[in-house]
């Protein structure tokens, strides 16, 4: 809006200054302080982590009655705690007593109840106080006011989408079905792709860490212009390694597979497409993606044609989406079967968390695949994954420069942009870091009832 | 002879940490039989590479890879270079009967540094040895990290 009305993103800078309030996305750029301010970050810890839709945890991470997984979000300790019933309930992870932690493993099962290991307080599975060692010292109409005698707090919301766990911690806020809309179809996607419709967790979370701000990241993941530039030493290379030395092999190695597609041109980039959703959610790979050319593993086509008839089948594979971003923090990759959750720390630094899943009723290949994919991308060890994080690392560095307070995301800029419907365009625009911006500044606009 | 083995074996483990230091991975390439596997787990008790994700879990290409990747010009997150030290106990070597074949088990520190800053990690390190023709190759290395409880930075050179 500002940028038809001046027709230059430049010119923006002086029309921000007669604002009350500081302008932090303007339509094509982001305010550095957006990166680097503590204070704004902890604005988003409230107004936006909050207020959003957050990715917990999977439920078959805790498939059976008792189960648990404690994770943090927004600085909260949280447990996820499979009932007797199968719901999925989620609670803050303190005693009401003395506030400690009551459960300290990353996940296990509890039995029946919790039981505080400090004073020996217990607690339903869904958070109700159940008992407290010689309780008639405690004056029962005294008792009966205080915060305590609730028991363990449950989260406002939790909603289980195929078998996707996501919290808002905030009572009030956009419904889920409206807060993503039509993004879920990637989620739809990477469970249609398991034969029988279910995905399993396999093994823990690689957990890599990033001395930078979590939204470049976030931005990176639809960056479709930085591949070919920033990976070139791994997958440039990779082609090459494998030319002097194929040997007349038919098949290159997976990694061969899995990296040289990222040396795309940004012609291949721009004709993947992008899509937006409203609220800040959107994705790289409309008709086409880096992901689209693996090999075929044998039995897996047999296997989905089986429960989905061919036609189905084909719409299934055939939608192979590249990263899809869901504001605030996580982005999914339906045809490797991984998500990462984006675990912000400070404005300065940020953990990455990734998860695979398997394909329930796939030949154990495709398994074997999306390991060895994780390894290779999203591990501490990566060699793709240490170049990403040298660029965030010195644009940390290059923001504390002076010679501008902005950070550019205006490629492919379109005047008139709107972030009310689903939009596609070609793939190397920004558009997706600009929609999630929109939203960014508008959950940090609100005024805090 | 199982007394020249030995120290042979542990020779060829100091050896290999000083290559890596030295960054002279032709050469450290060298004692690498053509089978051989790199595992970094990501658990303490894990048994599968393959279907269970790991910090590394490569073959003898993919560790080429890495090293023409370290040596590429554009390979911005070595601008400028790491370093690293490796800090080994003295291996305990197992040979097997028909003595042609080995494991080996050492504890290290690894510290590995870039810039202003500096990385360690404690570590236990095991080999596993095949004598090829005269020469005793490296067939798989496995490096179970102390704290795998806790994020890790980048860890860009060869442990
Ligand atoms: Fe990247």
Known sequence: MYLEQKGCVLNLKYENKIMTKPVLFNGGEVHRSVYLDEEIFSEEQEKIFSKSWLYLCHASQIPNSGDYFTTEIASQPLVAIRQSSGEVKVLYNRCPHKGVKVLSEKSGNCGRFLRCPYHAWTFRTSGELLSIPVKKEYESCTFANCEANAGMKLVACVQNYRDFIFIRLSESGLPFDIFFGNSLSTLDNMVERSPYGKLRIVGKALRHRHRCNWKMVMDNQTDTCHPMVAHESSAGEAIKLWSETQEGQAKPPMVVELFSPFMSSHAFFADMGIRIWPNGHGHTGVSNSIHSDYSEISGYWESMIETYGEARTKQILGDTRHNTVYFPNLMVKGPIQSLRVIRPISASETVVESWIFELEGAPKEMLERTVQYNNLINSPCSMVAHDDVEMYERAMEGLKSQASLWVNIARLYQPGESWEETKETVGTSEIAMRNFYSMWQSMMEEENA | ?159
């Open chain 2, 1 to 159: 002879m199982r007394n020249n083995i030995i120290h042979h074996l542990e020779d060829l483990v100091y050896l290999e940490s000083k290559l890596l230091d030295e960054q002279r991975y032709e050469e450290w390439l060298g004692l690498l039989d053509d089978s051989f596997t790199s595992w970094i787990p990501l658990t303490h008790n894990q048994v599968d590479p393959l279907y269970e994700p790991s910090l590394l879990y490569e073959d003898r290409f993919i560790t080429q890879l890495r090293i023409k990747r370290l040596n590429n010009s554009r390979s911005f997150s070595q601008q400028p270079r790491s370093r690293s030290q490796h800090l080994l106990q003295r291996p305990e070597i197992i040979i097997e009967e028909n003595n042609s074949a080995a494991n080996s088990l050492c504890q290290l520190i690894y510290t590995e540094s870039r810039g202003e800053q500096e990385w360690s990690y404690a570590a236990r390190l095991e080999h596993s040895f095949l004598l090829i023709g005269s020469n005793w190759k490296i067939v798989s290395k496995k490096t179970v990290l102390l704290s795998l409880g806790k994020p890790l930075d980048s860890l860009q050179l060869i442990i």
